[in-house]
């Protein structure tokens, strides 16, 4: 499992669809640990008027063999600044097709979004129980309050 991305000149991929995520071996598959990435200038498209949606995104996991490489994480989230879907379909896309091709030992994504109308969406998924023996911390995002 050699990383694609790291270390190499790579362009933003068309979309989530065409964006590979690289997965390197665990090392620390022995342990049970949890891992936080946070992305805070999420950006996507509403997919009716094409105008731009923000969101500041927290993806936890517990690795289980494998971890995913961070530049290509960076480039697989970069994609959806021209893709256009619903925050709940963004938000649950992401963390599904992490837990689906990593196969962490349990994983978590948090999506804050900005308020569009007037109403802020949070959105949030969990592939089951968090393990027992492993620090979770909480995401600590505010509720919206001029959120920021």
């Not at 879907?85 to 978590?108: N, Q, S, Y």
């Amino acid at each position: 499992m050699t990383p694609k991305f790291l270390g190499q000149t790579a362009a933003l991929p068309a979309s989530p669809e065409a964006a590979t995520l690289d997965y390197v071996p665990n090392p620390r598959a022995g342990l049970a640990y949890c891992v936080r990435f946070v992305s805070p200038e999420f950006t996507s498209l509403c997919p009716v008027t094409g105008q731009p949606d923000f969101a500041h995104l927290v993806i936890d996991y517990v690795p289980g063999e494998t971890i995913v490489e961070s530049k290509s994480l960076k480039l697989f989230l970069g994609s959806f600044r021209n893709h256009a879907a619903f925050h709940e379909d963004c938000t649950v896309g992401i963390g599904d097709r992490l837990f689906r091709e990593m196969a962490p030992k349990w994983l978590r994504i948090g999506g804050y979004w900005y308020p569009r109308g007037g109403i802020p969406i949070d959105v949030f998924w969990q592939s089951g129980a968090p393990p027992q023996d492993v620090w979770i911390p909480d995401q600590d995002v505010p509720g919206y309050r001029g959120r920021g």
